[in-house]
């Protein structure tokens, strides 16, 4: 009998082991499955404007100049119904967004979908393809497919698109009605045009620089950067808040110094290392350029109100680093530009030509540079011949709410 009640007691405890054992494994289990389901959504991008006299943004031709996007990126004429309407270029407005990307980071393929809704602006350019482009991107159905091996879309150009693509996201396929991928990349690429008013105001007089947060968000950081003939100098600037005046900064500092800094910004803001390193690579020769901005991290309730994301199922981490670039209208590039200007009387063809060079290297920056000059201008001369350049035939003149 003894034997007997030993032999049950013995029989249940080893039962108990098993099913502790069990629920020790589903539970396992369950996390292993929900770190598995876990949505990581990471994205970045820029809001480029050009800082007025008075600190208020200028309005500005933003995608006048050159295309810096491969070919096979859609635009807003692709099929769209404006190709006889107008391009672009007619777009006058405050603020460029350029190259928000976002990244999907996922351990087993996935169905979501994903919109931005954009009431302030405009979608100009996008990839892949979407099933509605106007005041925001719908790109509907989509599938995240980690371990997929498939070529990503190339043209022949060296472009620094592809510099996004340098992470550890989960492919993205954009699926046709049938339910077929139709186009995949690493990320959700979107460009766009908008007048809205940024958080910073920059204004420069006299060498110093006056800076005013209007927003009621803290700006976590800021860095105000000049390159002058080759010559670097910086400043940094973390939790900014209310209005201060810095002079303008010794030219004393290396490019590397600098790039280091805002790579720490962007990692401390939440983008992971490969990403930062893309967001780099990506606007390195742009940011670093001949002459002076002010970038600066754009407060995240600025960023889910003018760029309203969308997807479904909610990720479990959504991080969005949006830079903004304001570019700084000085007292060296006014003087370069009006010695240009004025070598465009010059009997020499070649003096023109090379001044006419000279000044189509401005860019987008082109018109307000000029704008700004003739201000101040007082040689009637120059007025007329910086007039004669304005009045150049452009197309139409559109804005963002006529198109709205």
Known sequence: MRNTIRLALVFGAVLLMVAGITIKLRRTSSANTSQENRLVVHEWGTFTSIAGKDGVALEWRPLNGSADLPKFVHTMQ??????????KADFRTLV????????????REMDITAEVKFPR???????????????GINWGSLKLA???AFNLPADSSDNHYYAARETDAAPVQVCGTNGRPVEQEKFLFYRGVGSFDLPLSVKLANDRLDLVN???????????FENRNGKIGYRVINHFSGETAIERSQLDKDLEAVIRDLRQVLLSSGLYEKEADAMIKTWRNSWFEEGMRVLYILPRGIIDSTLQLQIDPQPAELVRVLVGRTEVITPEMEKAVKRQVSMLSDASPKVREQASLAIQKLGRFYEPILKRIVEDERDETVRARIRRLLETPQPPERTISQWE
């Open 121 to 135: 602006g405009k979608i100009t350019e996008w990839y892949p393809q979407a099933r509605s482009v106007a005041a």
């Open 78 to 87: 692709d099929g769209r119904g404006l190709r006889h309407g107008p391009t």
């Open 146 to 148: 980690p371990d997929a």
């Open 96 to 107: 460029r967004m350029e190259t928000p990307v976002i990244y999907f980071y996922t351990n």
């Open 214 to 224: 209007r927003s009621k968000e803290e700006i976590s950081h800021i860095i105000v």
